[in-house]
């Protein structure tokens, strides 16, 4: 099977009441753990690629690894750009061989987001690609996004009806309280999510598929087991669990995790330093790195995104 793009998997999860995971990936390791996980799961994936990401490993690497990924496990996979800022960017990568591109013009104006969204989506329709807008500005911190929580807003439920239709993109990232980053709310802070407003967006445009980014749950175990070896992660949290499998048997289509994967990737290679001082071969640390990778997104898949078995 070829990788796909997000059309079939997103019209499935919504009438199935699941959501397909979308996982970043930065190098090898982490493309084989999310593809084995998914193959233990028989699910669909989607695995992303920021610019970050694209700047670290490289266009082609990532586009080989993601091909050899489909060609080894046989499933249904997309390969998407995360965040894309830039017509320009988007079309880099719709030529390059990606299947989904998101355009992220949640800094603009509404107009000026409907316009590069717009544009984007014209170029990637044509060429079979789907296309994910944003509206609506999460907090939090990556390499090329970086809002803080006076810049955030929640999503208007009014404005994304009118944004969907003029701009025909494919799914949408809304802001409804998650956020970038294993910092998500203050020491002392009760996690919430506004599924209020996803219920409006809901009621205002049913069957629309809908994207949770900043969907970490910043798993306890790995702050934990950071913390227990070296490392310094205090008051580290994410959204819960629960939430997100709510949000996903509604209009959330997509549930965008990195930061777990990030923090499951240096807990297992602090501890493994931790085991065994003496250890020098990369082989050895990043065989327990991803071991555990894969062990996390299969718990993601089973538990919080429901999409075992949905090929
Ligand atoms: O939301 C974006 C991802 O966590 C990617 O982060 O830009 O540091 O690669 P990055
Ligand atoms: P987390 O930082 O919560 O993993 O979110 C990742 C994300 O939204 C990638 O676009
Ligand atoms: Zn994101």
Redesign the pocket.
């Known amino acids: 099977m070829p990788l796909v793009n997000t059309k079939e998997m997103f019209k499935k999860a919504y009438e199935g009441g699941y959501a397909i995971g979308?996982f970043?990936v930065n190098n090898m390791e982490i493309v084989q753990a999310i593809t084995e996980a998914a193959k233990l799961e028989n699910s669909p994936v989607i695995l992303?690629v920021?610019a970050g990401a694209r700047k670290y490993a490289k266009h082609a690497y990532l586009v080989k690894l993601v091909e050899a990924a489909v060609e080894d496990t046989n499933l249904p996979i997309a390969l998407h750009l995360?965040?894309g800022d830039s017509f320009e960017l988007c079309k880099s990568c719709i030529d390059g061989g990606f299947t989904s591109v998101m355009i992220d013009g949640s800094h603009l104006s509404f107009e000026e987001n409907i316009a590069v969204t717009k544009k984007v989506v014209e170029y990637a329709h044509a060429r079979n690609v789907t296309v994910e807008g944003e509206l609506g500005r999460?907090a939090?911190i990556?390499d090329d996004?970086n809002v803080n929580d006076e810049h955030a807003s929640y999503t208007d439920p009014q404005q994304v009806q009118e944004f969907v239709q003029r701009t025909g993109v494919d799914s949408l990232a809304i802001a409804i309280g998650?956020?970038?980053?294993?910092y998500?709310f203050k020491p002392g802070q009760k996690p919430q999510l506004r599924f209020d407003i996803l219920e409006k967006v809901q009621t205002l445009l049913p069957g629309f598929p809908i994207v949770?980014?900043?969907?970490?749950s910043?798993m306890p175990e790995y702050v934990k087991m950071i913390n227990e070896n070296g490392g310094k992660m205090a008051d580290a949290v994410?959204?819960p669990e629960e939430m997100l499998r709510k949000a996903a048997t509604m209009a959330v289509c997509k549930i965008?995790?990195?930061?777990?994967?990030?923090l499951t990737m240096t807990a297992s290679i602090r501890k493994h330093f931790n085991d065994y001082p003496d250890h020098f071969d990369p082989r050895q640390y990043l065989t327990d790195a991803r071991t555990n990778l894969r062990n996390t997104v299969q718990h993601k898949i089973k538990n919080v995104l429901g999409s075992s078995n949905r090929i």
């Open positions: 979308a970043n992303q920021s995360d965040h999460l939090g990556e996004v998650t956020s970038h980053g294993a998500k949770l980014h900043g969907a970490s910043v994410g959204i965008n995790i990195d930061s777990d994967l990030r």
